[in-house]
């Protein structure tokens, strides 16, 4: 069965826009475990405009699963994950004005950068990702740099218009996964994915863990982060 990987980015979000100390991050990823989940997703932006470095330290102290660190492919970003030894870096793009990320890196335009990123973090024991959009050529670059994992961008799906582009989307992750396998990439899929269009991109199979933040955290301020990480892995489950 695929995992799911809880993103408490933000949990953090509604931390920092009070200023305060809570709700706390690091209590968040302590009960999503509980809740069954597989690991823990952050992004600690350059801009620090949720994830604290504080938040990493104390996470990587806690978590008992796996510790999954999004972030930038910066000299700072790389220093720091080699210091901190998560589990694993997944290496996304990054704008500053940007909401949330909003594609998959151009590996393929960055491949000097990544390479020199990717084999120092392996050098310190740490497993790394990219974070890609269903394209061929993009799965292909990642895995002659060294890539350990991709992890799939499923953004144009969950933002599809209409059930006929949504299939199309569809077709292109299934392709990704499929192709990643082949080239001995493990892979991983996320962004924009909920309990109402999980079920169609977990059916697909092939995919080892699923990241998902926004749709859990949303749906636990109503209903708790228990329940909502439970609801989460029982739809992952049954696809």
Known sequence: MAKLGVNVDHVATIRQARGGSEPDPVAAAAIAELAGADGITIHL??????IQDRDLKLLRQTVGTKLNLEMAATEEMVGIALGVKPDMCTMVPEKRQELTTEGGLDVILNAQALEHAIA???DGGI????FIDPDPDQIKKSAKIGADYVEIHTGGFAEADDWKAEEQELIKIENAIRLAAKLGLGVNAGH????????????LG????????HSIISKA????LDRAVRDMIE???YA
């Open 221 to 224: 301020v109503l209903v708790g």
């Open 127 to 130: 497993l790394v990702s990219l």
């Open 235 to 237: 739809l992952i489950k």
């Open 192 to 203: 924009g994915l909920n309990y109402a269009n999980i079920k169609k991109v977990a059916a």
């Open 120 to 122: 120092r973090l392996q």
């Open 45 to 50: 932006r350059e801009d620090r405009r949720h």
């Open 206 to 213: 092939g995919v080892e863990e699923y990241n998902i933040g």
